[in-house]
Structures are given as structure tokens and as C-alpha cells.
């Protein structure tokens, strides 16, 4: 059984830094790609950034220069770092794993962000 267990989130102060973790577990081999996306309050769930097996990142125009994505084969993790967090940013992170049998998500992380 494949899982994804997100940790980091939390409140921040506008213009403050938070570094969410996804750990995945069950997997052996066979991650493609491992992102995060976010559903805001009333909003669709949309890509924030995502990294491949080969470390090509992709990010939402709206975080890029801010947030840092990165993983750790070794470990199954990916993280997302994220600097002047802005009140915009707050939403439900959640992460994603495609992997060759099949797309998992985590249950999602919750980011708020007080201006």
C-alpha cells in the first residue's frame, strides 16, 4: 500500500518561511515525479511545483523565486520550501507522487498565512 504523509504546515506571518515535508512509503521503485498542489478556500486545487526522477522542476508562476522544491531519493521525500510567504499562499497542501503503477496523494497539510 502506497502512502504519502505530508508534515510542515502551519501559520505564518505574511513575509515568513515554512519547509513542508512528504515522505513516501511502500513504494520500491518507480517514482517518476513528486510535487505539491494547493486547494485555496473556495478554489481549485492547482500545481504549485513538482521535481522528476531526474530533478527537472516545474512551478506555478505565482511561487517561482519564492518556493524551492527538492527531493531525496534515497528517502522517498520531497520538499517544498517556501520563503516571503504571501496571504494568497494559504491553502491546503497536498502532496502527489506518480509513480509507475499508479498517481497518490497525500491527505494535505494546512498552510495559513495572517497579513
Known amino acids: 500500500q502506497v502512502q504519502l504523509v505530508e508534515s510542515g504546515g502551519g501559520l505564518v506571518q505574511a513575509g515568513g518561511s515554512l519547509r513542508l515535508s512528504c515522505a513516501a512509503s511502500g513504494i520500491i521503485f518507480g517514482i517518476k515525479s513528486m510535487g505539491w498542489y494547493r486547494q485555496p478556500p473556495g478554489k481549485q486545487r492547482e500545481l504549485v511545483a513538482d521535481i522528476t526522477s531526474g530533478d527537472t522542476t516545474t512551478y506555478a508562476d505565482s511561487v517561482k523565486g519564492r518556493f524551492t522544491i527538492s527531493r531525496d531519493n534515497a528517502k522517498n521525500t520531497v520538499y517544498l520550501q517556501m520563503n516571503s510567504l504571501k496571504s494568497e499562499d494559504t491553502a491546503v497542501y497536498v502532496c502527489?507522487?506518480?509513480?509507475?503503477?499508479?498517481?497518490?496523494w497525500g491527505r494535505g497539510t494546512q498552510v495559513t498565512v495572517s497579513s
Open positions: 502527489n507522487a506518480q509513480i509507475s503503477i499508479g498517481n497518490y
